[in-house]
């Protein structure tokens, strides 16, 4: 290794243990550390570390960086500690000593610390219109399914009559839930820890709000020495906000998964959904929901994955803290590919309408007997017990079809009436804070890249 910002050299040995696994990482951050000097490079000018003709000339060079980081011409190279000795590296190459200049006043903790949230903020953006994109994907499969009846299980036994309609609006509800922890992990993300250096800030009036708001922050992490004690817990928060999304994710796959199963013979898989069998010829496989419900599983992983390396340390900076970026990084990109499969799968999966109502028969209309009897002024405990000696005499309960099951179920979110406008106008006001929230960041990293924002 040719060097490191820290002026030393390191055995070949212990770079390879200490940065060889990261360079992968560091070259996704790369960008953003562009973005974020040129965010600190507001403070410095304000703060006259450097002048206005310096920092034009270090705006000028930063900007073509980012131009070469994004196109793949300027990488974190095998001599390169860092993203941030990468680009250092660059800037005294290009400009000599004036390159030096530009670390004044931080340090490589909040580098890192504000190239992770800038990251973070935009996959968390990407997660928030995927969720909606798979809210609307499901309330356009109840919509199209509002009166297929079909059991409603519990235990894995059939329960109640319950309609495929209600089945994908309560995955949309469950969705739109999951948006609350996403946003609260985008506040938690959404504020500046530059000025913060290695934790206990520097003798320097670096115009913290001033930088926030260049690189789009909605506020100032406030007191230093809290930057660094956030680093690790604050991949654990947007981890776990992921795994809410994996939750319901998993149980809608294993939804489909099972009532696609020929026993079942609810749902449909077109070939585009199903893969065979390199023996058995018949076989429709659900890799798709499978592997969706699997990468549930990866999502819990890398939350765990945080919580083990950074719930045991004591305040101020640790280099375990490194070793919390692969599974923040992972988990995001795990939890956008899982929500654009199913927003993709959705539209191509099919209901068997026949098979669905010849399930709403026999003792699953026994509740609804009861009911029925308890419009009709019988006591529910009485009327219970007198359906119940029914079922075990093993006598049928009146048939009933999709109209009049749904009639009696027309309180809002209920099978007759599933609310899909109110959920669909729920998911539209989330659409539009999001958008909101969103281009006022776009902007600001645009305006520091010198670049006409185009929407």
């Known amino acids: 290794m040719s060097g490191t910002l820290w002026g030393g050299t390191m055995p070949p040995e212990v770079a390879a243990y200490t940065t060889a696994g990261d360079r992968e990482l560091d070259n996704r951050l790369l960008g953003y550390d562009v973005l974020g000097t040129l965010g600190h490079l507001v403070g410095l000018e304000a703060t006259g570390v450097v002048t206005a003709r310096e920092a034009a000339r270090l705006r000028a060079a930063l900007r073509r960086a980012l131009r070469d980081a994004r196109r793949g011409a300027f990488t974190v190279g095998a001599d390169d500690e860092d993203a941030h000795s990468a680009l250092e590296r660059r800037l005294v190459a290009e400009l000599g000593e004036l390159g030096e200049r530009v670390h004044a006043g931080r340090s490589r903790n909040d580098q890192v610390a504000v190239d992770l949230r800038l990251l973070t903020r935009d996959r968390l953006h990407e997660v928030g219109d995927a969720v909606l994109d798979a809210v609307a994907a499901l309330l356009a499969f109840a919509r199209r399914q509002r009166a297929a009846v079909f059991p ?18 309560g995955f949309a509800d469950a969705l739109l839930d999951d948006l609350g922890p996403l946003l ?10 530059l000025g913060s250096a290695a934790g206990y800030g520097v003798p320097l009036p670096l115009a913290r709000g001033r930088v926030a708001r260049s690189l789009g922050f909605a506020g100032v992490q406030r007191t230093v020495t809290a930057v660094q004690g956030s680093r690790g817990k604050f991949e654990a928060v947007v981890l776990a906000a992921l795994w809410n999304v994996g939750f319901d994710l998993a149980k809608l796959a294993w939804d489909v998964t099972l009532f696609s199963a020929s026993e079942y013979g609810y749902l449909v898989l077109p070939a585009e959904l199903a893969t065979g069998s390199s023996i058995m010829p018949h076989k429709r496989n ?11 599983g990866v999502l ?17 900076y640790h280099r375990d803290l490194q070793l919390a970026k692969a599974p923040l990084l992972r988990g995001l990109d795990t939890a956008v590919d899982m929500l654009r499969m199913t927003a993709w799968a959705l539209p ?13 028969s026999g003792d699953l209309l026994a509740t609804d007997e009861v009911y029925r009897r308890v419009r009709a002024g019988v006591p529910f405990r009485a009327a219970y017990r007198q359906v119940a000696a029914e079922v075990k005499a093993g006598a049928a309960q009146p048939p009933l079809g999709a109209a009049e099951i749904m009639a009696a179920r027309r309180e809002p979110g209920g099978a007759g009436n599933p609310a899909l406008g109110e959920l669909a106008a729920t998911a539209a006001r989330a659409r539009r804070v999001l958008r909101q929230r969103r281009a006022r960041a776009e902007r600001a990293l645009a305006a520091l890249a010198g670049e006409r924002r185009t929407r």
């Open 152 to 169: 409603g299980y519990t235990h894995l036994r059939r329960a109640m009559p319950s309609t495929v309609g209600l089945w994908a609006a």
């Open 286 to 296: 659900p890799d798709v929901f499978e592997l969706t419900r699997a990468r549930a």
């Open 184 to 193: 609260a992990a985008l506040d938690l993300v959404d504020r500046s820890p």
């Open 348 to 360: 191509r999966l099919g209901v068997d309408r026949a098979r669905c109502a010849a399930a709403v």
């Open 300 to 316: 819990e992983g890398c939350l765990h994955e945080a919580m083990a390396v950074a719930g045991r340390l004591p305040s101020g």
